[in-house]
Each structure stands twice: as structure tokens, then as C-alpha cells.
């Protein structure tokens, strides 16, 4: 029986994460980090498993307690990378690489590779890591964070902010256009690339300050260090998914921008009829379980298939009550 996705936080104010029983720790040599800087943070203070491998219910617990992330955006974004990055069976995830740590490996198509993965989850036109078909689409990249940097100088006054995000989002979007023949913008990674942008605005700055302005020596921290600072408090806001969409429409005005990618070439970005946009988040989840996730399990059987299902149900608990009618179990 796999344990249940938590449910909300009962207090969800602003307070004291980095504290004396979440110390940070460098990461030792087993311990695996990946491309998210958020569940990073989370394992190099003790809030995650510091090696990098964890149930979905460990990583729900330790975005709501860590950052305050809400609980319904929790569970989507948690069950969307257990399904195609984790181990259904063991319920178990890895934050980066491959591991032996998840156990053993279901029959291909699935890889169980950790959310290193390229193109189920993980994506181009990263904030502060290179898009995969440059070699590595998982590590800090110092280039791209000066470039933030600057960014965040020219449009932020020294802060990552919203507008700052936007012009950024769409940097990124430009410089794998001319750059990345393989470059790849369709849903799921349409939604995931813009709210990325979002999320240092969102959970990196310290709760008692409301300002909506990143101090870039607090992001390096988190984004290259996997560190909170010194007395930090995660946000006294409960993030939803309706806080995040509001950051995301805000960037899209900015510079609109279709989903779709490269033709194989340099310059040849191609706009994509069959992917979701950001109006259809039904799409968006009835996509992603029919062809990203269908396509990594197209014959699942007995226990596999069972827990498949199971976590399709959790995946889809957010949704539930909403007009978008959940997919049916597979067989
Ligand atoms: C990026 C997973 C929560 C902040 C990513 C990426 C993955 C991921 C796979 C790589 C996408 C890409 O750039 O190609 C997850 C999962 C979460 C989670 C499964 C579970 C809820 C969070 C939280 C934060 C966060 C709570 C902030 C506190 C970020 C940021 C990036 C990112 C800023 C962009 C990194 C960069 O390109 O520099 N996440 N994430 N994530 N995540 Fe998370
Ligand atoms: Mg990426």
C-alpha cells in the first residue's frame, strides 16, 4: 500500500527554516543533487533525505514545511515527476542521476532516471542550467547566472523581480532558439519553463519581507550552494498554483510566445498545434498522462500496474472537482 500524499499545512505563517535541527551540509560524495534548486536546498538542510532520494511524501512534506508551497501545487508537481522519473514500486525518487538507491528497474521504455531525465520533466531553456544538448542539463552554470545577474542589474536594480523574470524567460527562449538545434519548448515543458521563472520570486526571498525583490547573493546561494541563508524564514504565503499562474501571465505578456521548438536546425523555431498553451491546463494533465506518461508504461502489469494507477490518482487529486475530468485508470 502506498502512503497517501500529505495534506495542507495547519499553520502555514512565515518562519524559521534554517534552524538548529536543519543545519546545511555540503552534499557528501553519494549524496545526489539535480536541476531543481528548490528540492536541493531541501536535502542540504535535513529537511529531504540529504542523499537525494525520497517518497513523494517525504518531497510534499518538505516543500510545504520548507518554502510554504500550497498544497494542491505540491502534489501536482511532485506525483508529475514521481511518474515518469521515480520508481512507482519502491516509491522512490532521485533528485538528480540515476541510482541503484531507487531499486530495481521496471522493463523499458520507463528509466527511472532521476529528474536529470531529459524531456519528461526536466527541460530546455533552464534559468541557470544548459539545455542537455550542450552535456549537461543538471549543474549550476555560472555563465547563465551572470547572465541573470546582469539581468537582474539592467531590469531589477540589482533584484530578481517579475520583470526581471520576464525578460529573462524570454533571453532564454531567444538563446536556445540560436543555439540549440534539438530545442525543445512543448508542454509539459511550456508550463514548467515559466513557472520556474516564478518560483525564486515566489519561495527564495525571506518571508518577513514582502518586497517581491531577490537579492542575487541569497539566489546564488540556492541556486549553486543548495543553501538557505543565515536565519531564513520561508514566505508566509501558502503558494497555490493561482499564485504562480498570475507570475506566469505576467511574464507571457511580456513576450508571447507559442509553445513548440527547433526542426533539427539552428533558427528554426516551429510552433507546436498539438501542445497545450497556458489557457489549458486540462490539456496539459490529459497530455501528460496519455502520451508522456502512457508512452514510459505502455503495458504495465500486476504490481507495477497497480501502483501506476495509484499514483495517477494522487497525480490527478488536485483536479479533482474541477471541470477536467480525470483520465481514466490504465489497463
Ligand atoms: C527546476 C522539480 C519544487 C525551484 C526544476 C526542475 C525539476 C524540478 C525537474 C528542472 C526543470 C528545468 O529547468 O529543466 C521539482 C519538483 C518539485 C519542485 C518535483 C516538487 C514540488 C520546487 C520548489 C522550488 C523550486 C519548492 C523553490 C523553492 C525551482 C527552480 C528551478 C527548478 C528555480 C529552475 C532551476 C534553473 O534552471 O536554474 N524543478 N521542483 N522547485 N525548480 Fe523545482
Ligand atoms: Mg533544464
Not at 510534499?60 to 521515480?86: C, K, R, S
Not at 531507487?102 to 531529459?118: D, E, S, Y
Not at 506566469?248 to 498553451?277: E, L, R
Request: hydrophobic share 35%; with cysteine.
Amino acid at each position: 500500500v502506498l502512503e497517501p500524499p500529505p495534506g495542507p499545512l495547519k499553520d502555514t505563517r512565515a518562519k524559521l527554516v534554517n534552524d538548529k535541527s536543519h543545519p546545511w551540509k555540503p552534499a557528501g560524495k553519494n549524496d545526489i543533487r539535480g536541476p531543481c534548486p528548490g528540492l536541493n536546498t531541501l536535502a542540504s538542510h535535513g529537511w529531504l533525505p540529504r542523499d537525494g532520494v525520497a517518497t513523494p511524501a517525504q518531497i510534499v512534506n518538505a516543500v510545504q514545511e520548507g518554502f510554504n508551497m500550497g498544497n494542491g501545487l505540491a502534489i501536482f508537481v511532485t506525483y508529475a515527476a514521481h511518474l515518469v522519473d521515480g520508481n512507482l514500486v519502491t516509491n522512490l525518487l532521485s533528485i538528480g542521476g540515476k541510482t541503484s538507491k531507487t531499486g530495481p528497474n521496471p522493463p523499458a521504455p520507463a528509466t527511472v532516471g532521476g529528474l536529470n531525465t531529459h524531456a519528461v520533466f526536466e527541460g530546455d531553456a533552464s534559468t541557470t542550467r544548459a539545455d542537455f544538448f550542450f552535456g549537461d542539463n543538471h549543474s549550476f552554470y555560472e555563465t547563465l547566472f551572470n547572465q541573470l545577474t546582469a539581468f537582474s542589474n539592467k531590469f531589477g536594480a540589482g533584484f530578481y523581480n517579475l520583470s526581471v523574470a520576464a525578460e529573462f524567460r524570454f533571453q532564454r527562449i531567444q538563446d536556445s532558439i540560436a543555439t540549440n538545434p534539438q530545442f525543445g519548448f512543448s508542454s509539459p515543458r511550456y508550463f514548467t519553463a515559466y513557472a520556474e521563472s516564478v518560483f525564486p520570486v515566489a519561495f527564495f526571498i525571506d518571508g518577513r519581507d514582502t518586497s517581491g525583490q531577490l537579492d542575487m547573493k541569497v539566489a546564488r546561494g540556492f541556486f549553486q550552494n543548495s543553501r538557505f541563508p543565515d536565519g531564513f524564514f520561508r514566505s508566509g504565503i501558502s503558494t497555490t498554483s493561482t499564485v504562480i499562474g498570475a507570475g506566469i501571465d505576467f511574464i507571457f505578456s511580456k513576450h508571447p510566445i507559442p509553445p513548440g521548438g527547433n526542426n533539427g536546425a539552428v533558427n528554426s523555431y516551429t510552433p507546436d498545434p498539438n501542445s497545450a498553451d497556458l489557457s489549458q491546463l486540462c490539456k496539459l494533465y490529459t497530455d501528460f498522462v496519455n502520451n508522456t506518461i502512457r508512452g514510459l508504461y505502455p503495458n504495465a502489469k500486476g504490481v507495477l500496474l497497480a501502483a501506476l494507477n495509484k499514483n495517477l490518482d494522487f497525480f490527478y487529486s488536485p483536479l479533482a472537482g474541477s471541470d477536467c475530468p480525470q483520465v481514466p485508470a490504465f489497463v
